[in-house]
């Protein structure tokens, strides 16, 4: 079994967990993922692994509440104990030999791009982070990524921090300043990892971009995380989950990623009135 060692929230719908999982903190790299169920009964979630200490044994994992499986590990407090926690999966993110890079970052997807940078900043890299939320009650890991960066801007949609404006907004004016990047990361919601793609297409950056579509066995062999790159398809659990963004067919992840959003609301639901009813 994994203890929560330690749980803190980050925002309403994001929160933050330290698990005892000294394998995995062993082996575990940036970009890396693992694989978790809450209980015996519970199904697989595939959650990036945000950051881990090899000497402590400890991963920790950063969720959005989005589902019935995050809300129901959003319950659980510290010294609770997930039933399963597999990994690292992946290939982790490729770093070395980079000098300088732009590693941006949309709301929950910071959680991923924050190890990244981190990776970078350890290993002498001139680091650029732009992050970008919603609004200033959404920021998550805003110290973090400043200590590992030379420049750090702050993004919010409707101006109540930061920047009013999108990632790619800051990206331009960098850009445009004289910036030259050996490489562009970006990771969040899909629409923005695609816009950026389009902006360092422009100026012919390579780009990189981690992927998270549905996934369930973490193994390749379920096809549930396909996709297509380059004209070929592509397993974000073996292949990935980093891609070359230039080559990603957006539009077709975006189509798939909604398939069972209906299903997840119902679910989601079902497990709310769930855990109200025990309070009760």
């Not at 970009?31 to 991963?59: C, H, M, S, W």
């Not at 290993?123 to 982070?129: Q, R």
């Not at 990935?240 to 679910?267: C, I, N, Q, W």
Request: proline share 4%.
């Amino acid at each position: 079994m994994y203890e929560i060692r330690r749980k803190k929230r980050l925002n309403p719908t994001v929160t933050l967990m330290e698990i005892d999982a000294p394998l995995v903190a062993k082996k575990a790299e940036p970009g890396q993922f693992i694989i978790l169920r809450v209980d015996e009964n519970g199904e697989r979630i595939p959650l990036t692994v945000a950051d881990y200490d090899r000497e402590k044994g400890t991963v920790t994992i950063i969720f959005q509440i989005v589902g019935a499986t995050t809300e129901k590990l959003n319950h659980l407090e510290e010294g609770d104990c997930l039933h399963d926690f597999v990994g690292p999966l992946g290939t982790p993110s490729h770093v070395e030999g980079l000098k300088k890079v732009a590693v941006i970052g949309g709301g929950v997807g910071c959680a991923i791009a924050y190890p990244i940078a981190k990776k970078l900043h350890e290993l002498g890299a001139e680091v650029h982070s732009i992050v970008g939320f919603r609004n200033h009650d959404l920021v998550i890991l805003e110290e973090e990524f400043k200590a590992v960066s030379q420049k750090f801007v702050m993004m919010t949609d409707d101006g109540s921090y930061g920047e009013k404006g999108l990632v790619t907004d800051a990206l331009k004016k960098l850009i445009e300043a004289g910036e030259q990047y050996d490489e562009v990361i970006a990771i969040g919601p899909l629409i923005m990892m695609k816009f950026v793609c389009k902006l360092t297409k422009e100026h012919n950056i390579k780009t990189v971009v981690s992927m998270n579509p549905i996934m369930i066995d973490g193994t390749g062999m379920c096809g549930g995380c396909r996709l297509t790159v380059g004209g070929e398809t592509k397993f974000a659990c073996v292949d990935g989950p980093d891609f070359d963004g230039h080559l990603v067919d957006f539009d077709e992840a975006m189509a798939r990623s909604t398939m069972y959003k209906d299903f997840e609301r119902h679910k989601y639901e079902e497990t709310c009135n769930l855990f109200q009813k025990e309070v009760k």
